[in-house]
């Protein structure tokens, strides 16, 4: 699936806006590592936003992961294991109520805006089965403004983090790596995209879409990765989306 002709700095009209943009739901994890088959939720945050932004409804879970938290981890979210083993609800708990809550607003046809969202999605997953939750196997639809802002402006230079993506879009981040915090920004750049781009009409067109920009994004960084030898050439990167 070929990506969409870049449009930067064209702004559509309030009545070219996709309907989805009205109410969107937020998600993001804070973690103990980022290999998501291996490592274990800490804190979790879902909410919903408005077509300005504003939050509407959220809630936010603190798990103890059952498993100790690395120092790195610590130092990007600020949860350390002691405080997860005082604090935080039991993991298993906390997997079923955030897959259940994800699930109810999917099922609502609100779509769920997740920055890299094959990372979030995948990791609960993973957490699901270990704990013989029902997993959200293919979640939709989905928005992942990382992927989305890849796509449509393919080309400009610098790094794809939520904090600098979000500032390219002048939304506000306050404290990022917080869940919280990340979910909204990156709900709020989501809205900025539709607004800056002319998005699919539907979440459900834009989810397809997003799938075959991801498995096109992980191909070309694989052939980077390979030319500048940080992969061998036998190997590449999984574009499964929102799932790998």
Known sequence: MSAPRPTVGAMTTDRALPAWIDRVGVFDLETTGVDVAGDRVVTAYIGVLDREGRELASRSWLADPGVPIPEGASAIHGITTDHARRHGAPAAVVVA?????????????????????????????????????EPLDAPSPVIDPLVIDKAYDRYRPGKRTLEVVAAHYEVVLDAAHEASADAIAAGRVAQALARRFTLPDSAAEL??????????????????FIRIGRLEPEQTLDGAWPVR
């Open 97 to 133: 109520e955030v897959t259940r809550a994800l699930r109810a607003l999917l099922g609502q046809g609100v779509p769920i805006v997740a920055y890299n969202a094959s990372y979030d999605f995948s990791l609960l997953a993973h957490e699901a089965r270990r704990y013989a939750v």
């Open 207 to 224: 989810h397809t879409r997003q799938i075959g920009w991801a498995r096109a994004q992980a191909e070309s960084l694989t052939e980077y």
